[in-house]
C-alpha cells in the first residue's frame, strides 16, 4: 500500500485520479468494517496506477 500513495505524486494523470479515487473509496470501506470491499479498491487503484 505504502509503494502505491508514494507512486500517486508528481503530475497528474488519468491513473492517477482514478487511483486516488480508488484509494478514498477503500479507506471508506476500512473505517466500515467491509475489508472485502476494500480489497477490491485497493487492488483497482493498482490496476489504475499500472496503466499509463
Do not use: F, Q, W
Request: aromatic share 2%; net charge positive.
Amino acid at each position: 500500500m505504502t509503494k502505491l500513495v508514494v507512486g500517486m505524486g508528481g503530475e497528474d494523470t488519468p491513473g492517477k485520479i482514478a487511483a486516488r479515487k480508488s484509494m478514498a473509496s477503500a479507506n471508506s470501506d476500512m473505517s466500515k468494517g467491509n475489508v472485502r470491499g476494500a480489497c477490491k479498491h485497493y487492488m483497482n487503484a493498482e490496476k489504475a496506477m499500472a496503466m499509463k
